[in-house]
């Protein structure tokens, strides 16, 4: 079975600082890998996904996230955290065949600080 | 217009009612899915349905019955409330193929049990 963890359930950051939220995971198999954004009393919004290629993936609002098979990761960054970057983050993963569920992390709380 | 819409946005109930949430979608997506939000914010899945067929029905008490008439709607019964059952529903939508894992999530329903 597929799993994720995300080790923080918050992160800090001043605005314009760069930001990193991490995420690990456990697949059988090759994973497809997820990044989705939810803002207070919203549904979540698809950020960024690693399906195959090159291991750094760019998404929207600037942000990206790097696949590293050795480590089993997918952290996710942004060069200059901006304060209406805050928001509930979740990594997912599901694997690469049929049908098959999106798991997701438990959720990590960014916090960008004027 | 709404992508993925929901009703209803919210619900209060007594203990031992039963209620219906439903969801509708108009990106022409041949995937659906119930997901289960706690008030910890950690996300379930409950069932997913492929064009009307359940593909992915998780561990989850028969009181819960999803019902997709089409492949645009898929909706949410659920007997005898109980207090556990108080969370936020999300209803999301996918399509197979070059946008794999993309799920397109609604608004949510938060349902409370009293």
């Known amino acids: 079975a597929q799993s994720v963890a995300q080790p923080e359930d918050q992160v800090n950051v001043a605005e314009g600082n760069p930001l990193t939220v991490k995420c690990t995971y456990s697949?059988?198999?090759?994973?497809?890998l997820f990044w989705y954004v939810q803002y207070p009393n919203r549904g979540l919004q698809f950020l960024l996904k690693y399906i195959t290629g090159d291991n750094l993936v760019k998404g929207s609002y600037g942000f990206e996230a790097e696949f590293n098979k050795s480590q089993t990761s997918f952290h996710l960054k942004k060069p200059s955290a901006l304060v209406s970057d805050s928001a509930l983050y979740f990594c997912a993963v599901r694997r690469n065949t049929g049908f098959q569920k999106l798991v997701f992390g438990t959720g990590t709380r960014l916090l960008v600080s004027p | 217009d709404t992508a993925v819409s929901q009703t209803p946005k919210y619900l209060v109930t007594q203990m031992g009612n039963d209620k219906s949430i439903k969801c509708e979608q108009n990106?022409?997506?041949?995937?659906m899915y119930w997901y289960k939000q706690d008030s910890k914010k950690f996300l379930k899945i409950m069932f997913s349905?492929?064009?009307?067929?359940?593909?992915i029905n998780e561990t989850v008490p028969n009181r819960f019955s999803p019902k997709s008439p089409d492949k645009a709607h898929l909706n949410l019964h659920i007997n005898s409330l109980e207090l556990g059952d108080s969370a936020v529903y999300f209803c999301?939508?996918?399509?197979?193929?070059?946008?794999?894992?993309?799920?397109?999530f609604g608004e949510g329903s938060r349902l409370t049990v009293l």
């Open positions: 999301a939508s996918s399509q197979e193929g070059i946008n794999t894992g993309e799920l397109f």
């Open positions: 349905y492929n064009n009307k067929e359940l593909i």
């Open positions: 697949v059988s198999g090759n994973p497809y």
């Open positions: 990106l022409g997506h041949d995937t």
